[in-house]
């Protein structure tokens, strides 16, 4: 069975309490974004039959959303592989549309992270052998790893790791939805305080609450609904490892075979693309992502995004929304790069919205570099 290519779409789409939503459990912060997309969508809570939801905390979210939402769906999905895990939703979710299985899938994550804890953040993993001898600072360490590796093979800079968190800043200040819109400089990047060498607290995420949904149906409803259709195109995955340690190349992730899959099963390359949003849970992460999604050649990515490159009016839109490092980040940020390119492609992004953007890459990232997943979205035209 191939792909179903345009076969379904995203009519419904909505986020709530982005930044800090003290008050909130993280099953209350998805249910507001999620009866905001049905509603969204033009549809009822009664008109999902499927429910692919995410909660941090929550290993029975499969059941508890549906039920808290009062929803009795036809089928459910709760796929763990972090912040890559609602790109894999997306694909179930169209699979399972094109077979019957269901009509309306609601897909939604919500997290209290930031005012839960403190601001505190764990990597959620039980140590590994390999790893815990050396006392890392997970997940900052292992990502760390990455861009010093980066940077010794190709000759990154910390002056390119900052361009890409000053271009997050750069689109956040034009999304009044974005937690953080001070001003950010590259020096002010090299100054901050150092994490895990060489990446500084600037070159890290968010630690934000948040939620997002979205709903999907077969395309020939979404004509019938309000909003745009916007259609998936692709939808792939690849996972190569859990453990930093396991990884064979800290210069390449499994973006470069889920990426290459979905091109295929779009019909595109990545020079068709008008908008990425990629997962930015540090800034090393743009870098390899651009490279191994084929918007640069390898070692090339520093290069790509020196002097505004991936800023408003550079050569390429990225992580329009100001991203995981400058907009929302509440544990996992992959839902919130599809509410991202679907915002864009329905024209109403505001004073951040792309020019004529038809094709858009929405990709999530998972674990340390772990589990790699890609979407493609196209407007009415890309059919």
């Known amino acids: 069975m191939s792909f179903p290519r345009g076969r379904t779409a995203v009519v419904g789409s909505a986020t709530f309490g982005m930044g800090s939503a003290p008050g909130y459990t993280a ?55 972090g912040g890559s895990a609602f790109q894999i939703h997306a694909m179930w979710a169209a ?26 953040v764990s990597s959620g993993a039980a140590p590994f052998p390999y790893e815990q001898t050396y006392k890392p600072r997970n997940p900052p360490s292992s990502y760390a790893l ?11 800079t910390r002056e390119h790791l900052a361009e890409v968190a000053v271009a997050a800043r750069k689109w956040a200040q034009l999304n009044p939805d974005a937690f953080a819109r001070d001003s950010l400089t590259i020096e002010d990047v090299l100054a901050a305080r150092m994490v895990s ?101 390898k070692g090339e990515g520093g290069r790509f995004v020196a002097d505004g490159g991936i800023a408003p009016g550079g050569r390429l839109p990225v992580n329009t929304n100001g991203g995981g490092l400058s907009c929302v980040h509440p544990g996992m940020y992959g839902l919130f790069t599809m509410v991202e390119a679907v915002t864009q492609l329905r024209g109403q992004a505001g004073t951040r919205q792309v020019a004529d953007a038809k094709l858009a890459l929405a990709h999530g990232n998972g674990g340390t570099l772990s589990s790699q997943s890609v979407t493609i979205f196209g407007t009415t035209e890309t059919l």
């Not at 969204?40 to 939402?69: H, N, R, T, W």
């Not at 990455?146 to 990154?156: L, Q, V």
Request: charged content about 20%; some cysteine.
């Open 27 to 81: 099953a209350e912060l998805l249910a507001k974004a999620s009866l905001a997309a049905i509603a969204d969508a033009g549809l009822k809570p009664s008109d999902i039959d499927g429910v692919f939801a995410m909660l941090p905390q929550d290993p029975f979210c499969a059941m508890s959303v549906p039920e808290y939402l009062g929803i009795r769906p036809k089928i459910v999905e709760s796929t763990r592989t």
């Open 95 to 120: 699979l399972a549309l094109e077979a019957g299985l269901c009509d309306a899938v609601l897909i939604a994550y919500g997290s209290n992270q930031r005012s839960a804890s403190g601001g505190l």
């Open 146 to 156: 990455a861009a010093a590796r980066h940077m010794h093979e190709y000759g990154t």
């Open 197 to 297: 060498d060489p990446l500084t607290v600037r070159d890290c995420c968010l630690v934000t609450d948040g939620a997002a949904a979205i709903v999907m149906t077969r395309a020939d409803r979404a004509r019938d609904l309000p909003q745009p259709p916007v259609y998936l195109l692709g939808a792939a995955s690849a996972t190569w490892f859990k453990n930093i340690s396991e990884a064979t190349d800290l210069t390449v992730t499994a973006a470069s075979e889920a990426g290459a899959r979905a091109y295929e099963q779009a019909g595109v390359k990545p020079s068709d693309i008008d908008i990425v949003e990629l997962y930015d849970a540090f800034t090393i992460n743009t870098i390899l992502f651009l490279e191994d999604l084929g918007f640069c050649p």
